[in-house]
């Protein structure tokens, strides 16, 4: 079965910093890979997906994700957080079932916190 | 353009008492899903729709819940008989079309069942 682990609960970064979020997924084929953000009271907004070719992927907001076939992972990372990056971060990986769905399946989350 | 909306975004009821979740998607989607994310977890995946038919459902815990999308647009989630695990934040997305994993997600309706 599908799943998605994502190993740190909470991070906490000084703003300007680097920041790296993990995620390693467990599929037995290429995977379609998403990383969402959540803030309070808004809905999961999509930061960048990867279907196939270039393994680097950019996103919005000055985001982007590496898939790694030989690790099963899909980090997300930013050269330099700002204040409002802070949010709850989700990796998802999804499986066309035959064309019948296209549900996601969820890590459980990364709780991103920025510091002055 | 509007995006998904969800209401209410909060109810509280009482255990045992049945409620509607309603989710406007975003106008032409064709593709409906519903998601329901307890506290301190990501959103578990519970019904999908292709237009007005449900394609799978296989994420629904139980009988007591069910979904409808009877016009192909507006769906609404029913839970029957609530209890306090049904506590957690339930989530629509939709596709602009059947094969695509674009989802948009609204902002939830918060269920609290005392």
């Known amino acids: 079965a599908q799943s998605v682990t994502q190993p740190d609960i909470h991070i906490t970064v000084s703003e300007g910093a680097s920041l790296e979020l993990r995620c390693n997924y467990s599929?037995?084929?290429?995977?379609?890979l998403f990383w969402y953000v959540q803030s309070p009271g808004q809905g999961l907004q999509l930061l960048l997906k990867?279907?196939?070719?270039?393994?680097l992927v950019q996103g919005i907001k000055g985001f982007e994700a590496e898939f790694k076939r030989s690790q099963s992972s899909f980090n997300l990372r930013k050269p330099s957080v700002h204040w409002s990056d802070a949010a709850e971060y989700f990796c998802a990986v999804g499986r066309n079932y035959g064309g019948a769905t296209n549900k996601l399946i969820f890590g459980t989350g990364t709780l991103l916190a920025v510091q002055p | 353009g509007a995006g998904v909306s969800q209401t209410p975004s909060n109810k509280v009821t009482e255990k045992g008492k049945y409620v509607e979740l309603r989710c406007d998607p975003i106008s032409g989607h064709t593709a409906l899903y519903w998601y329901r994310q307890s506290l301190g977890q990501g959103p578990e995946f519970l019904i999908y729709?292709?237009?007005?038919?449900?394609?799978?459902d296989s994420g629904l815990p139980n009988d007591r819940f069910f979904a409808v999308r009877p016009e192909g647009s507006v769906s609404t989630l029913k839970i029957q008989r609530t209890e306090r695990g049904d506590s957690a934040v339930y989530l629509c997305a939709s596709s602009p079309r059947d094969i695509s994993y674009e989802q948009y997600f609204g902002p939830g309706t918060r269920l609290t069942v005392t």
């Open positions: 599929y037995g084929a290429t995977p379609y």
């Open positions: 729709f292709q237009g007005t038919g449900a394609a799978d």
């Open positions: 990867y279907f196939s070719g270039d393994t």
